[in-house]
């Protein structure tokens, strides 16, 4: 055991552009600290699938075409958040957006006596990104991500991580034209939100286009815990 912290109630915000490897480098997190790991992507979902309050008023917003208010989506991230079991720690991932979710985010923790301890930003250089992502192919099951063959330029067919096999898929927003768009995006909405964390003294920088241990390592480095090497 590592002494200083403890680390099954660590609270983390996971950062980073699309492509930057935070879904492998949650997993691996996942596998050393007992804390859960809190997509907002999925969390949409859930609440689709199941009709919820939220879900119903996401849908609204969807079905013509207009972006989900802040709201619905603050209110599904924290109403996760306020049903962990005491002193469990978690990682949000896709979540916050915005200096106003983020805001929101840190007055909720604070109403139960917590705060985020960590933001991990994952950098990588755009160009690497889009070259990345437009090779990137994700089982659509368990989200692991997989690329083509170097030699047959094929994308394996199906997840051999999943119990049945996933179907495995290239998103249609994986193209490089649509890539370098969300990355557009990505920077003008996140710069505010990196700045609100790094003046809250918790953004740790994480340079993230080395090979995925090395990126795991700096990760728990970041978290004061050494990697197993
Ligand atoms: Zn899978």
Redesign the pocket.
């Known amino acids: 055991m590592t002494g200083a912290v403890a680390t099954g109630t660590l609270r983390l915000v996971l950062f980073g552009p699309p492509g930057a490897g935070k879904g492998t480098q949650a997993q691996l997190l996942k596998e050393r600290l007992p804390i859960d790991h809190i997509s907002s992507g999925d969390l949409f979902r859930h609440h689709l699938s199941n009709g919820t309050e939220l879900g119903e008023l996401a849908r609204e917003y969807m079905n013509r075409g207009a972006l989900v208010p802040d709201e619905v989506t603050i209110g599904m991230v924290l109403d996760r958040v306020a049903t962990m079991p005491d002193g469990r720690g978690f990682m949000l991932d896709g979540f916050p957006r915005n200096t106003n979710q983020a805001a929101a985010l840190d007055e909720a923790l604070a109403q139960r006596g917590q705060r985020i301890d960590r933001v991990l930003h994952i950098k990588v250089d755009d160009d690497e990104l889009i070259r990345r992502l437009s090779n990137r192919y994700i089982?659509r099951?368990?989200q692991?991500p997989f690329t083509r063959d170097p030699r047959s330029g094929e994308a394996p067919k199906r997840?051999d991580?999943?119990a049945d096999g996933?179907e495995i898929y290239q998103r249609d927003d994986d193209t490089a034209d649509a890539v370098a768009n969300r990355l557009a995006v990505y920077h003008e909405e996140t710069a505010p939100v990196l700045d609100f964390y790094r003046e809250g003294g918790i953004l740790a920088d994480i340079p993230g286009e080395a090979a995925v241990e090395t990126v795991n390592g700096l990760v728990l480095k970041a978290l004061g815990l050494t990697a197993e090497v």
Do not use: E, P, T
């Open positions: 089982c099951k368990c692991k997840c991580d999943c996933g």
